[in-house]
């Protein structure tokens, strides 16, 4: 792409979709961006080593197979290999279902709106697909990974429980391809929980950017990584310590409440909350990642492939996105603005725009 003088904000998606990886130049004076250099030979993915995983409290979760010259948890992506190839992690979405009127009136009354779960097909028919294709990419194919979904079984396997569960766990890969013809891959992870009066599910996803002649063999390294991953057992070993004496306790609170009260809507609300907890810190412990950082690395997953950088505006304080490449954005009162590299550039300067009043913008990570 070649920047201009002045350019519309553009319109953020809510899908990833590969772009291309060579990124244009702006300045301010809005000549066309210079030819791209030739791109540099990678190296190949080197030999499989175990990377170990750390929580957000630096404590060692287990370990990941990838080659050597890999690298987990970047800040920008959850992998990251040779070649401008990244793995980013879509974030942990959680939902319920029963026909339990009490389930349903404290849904009602919490404000979470109930969704039924049918199959994880359907699933990726309404939440991927309708967004992929507002950008103008197209599911190629789809298929299971049973050993990606082993893998989380055999993870969940090693928690205590607060009760007897039965779950289901999928993994789907469904490869795509972006408005431009590259491939990329995302990987859906599901689980559902059936707690007898009702099904608690969640789902979240590994999304491969790789070019194109990077992306076989980086679907593979993926695919074997999830597969592959072990865990520290001092870890699940305090974990599920820590869930014993929370559930004491638990219990301990729980009979107070119900010798003042016993309401049988208030043991199923407590019992409901027990449950969903437990559910939820199983999540926590596998992958240490909090909502707000996974939103982050979706916004900037969304920004890189997209060719974008998110900045906002002096004036009003909002936020918009513009074409990357640039140091500084200079913005007007109509969402409009000017590109620079020059730290000395100002368009308030520049007889061709200084008709108007230009504010230096703030680039958000």
Known sequence: MKPHPILLMALITTTPACDEKEKPKA?????????????????????????????????????????????????????????????????????????????????????????????????????????AQRDGAKLVKQYDVPQVAAANKGFSDLLYKVGPMRQLFLARVTEWTDKKGNPYMIVMHLNATDMGNMVNWNYYCHALDAPPERYEESKKVVLNALSNTHYNPEYVQAYNQNEMARERSSWAAHNQRMQANKSAFEAQQRAFHEKNDAINAQIAANYADRDAA?????????????????????????RHQVQTGAREYWMNGNGQYVPSNDPNYDPNRDPALNGQRWHKTTIED
Do not use: C
Request: hydrophobic residues 35%; without cysteine.
């Open 27 to 131: 300045d301010g004076s809005g000549s066309a961006a210079a030819s791209a250099p030739a791109v540099p030979q990678v190296a190949p993915n080197g030999k499989l080593i175990a990377h170990k995983m750390f929580d957000d409290k630096f404590q060692e979760m287990g370990n990941m197979p990838l080659p050597d010259n890999w690298v987990l948890n970047n800040g920008k992506a959850a992998m990251s290999g040779p070649g401008n190839v990244n793995v980013y992690m879509l974030p942990l979405k959680t939902f319920m279902y029963s026909n339990d009127p009490m389930m349903q009136e404290w849904s009602r009354r919490s404000g979470n709106k109930m969704r039924f779960f049918n199959s994880i097909d359907a699933v990726i028919q309404e939440d991927l697909v309708p967004v």
């Open 294 to 318: 996974s939103d982050r690395n979706h916004h900037r997953f969304l920004n890189y492939i997209k060719d974008e950088e998110t900045v906002r505006s002096p004036e009003s304080g909002k």
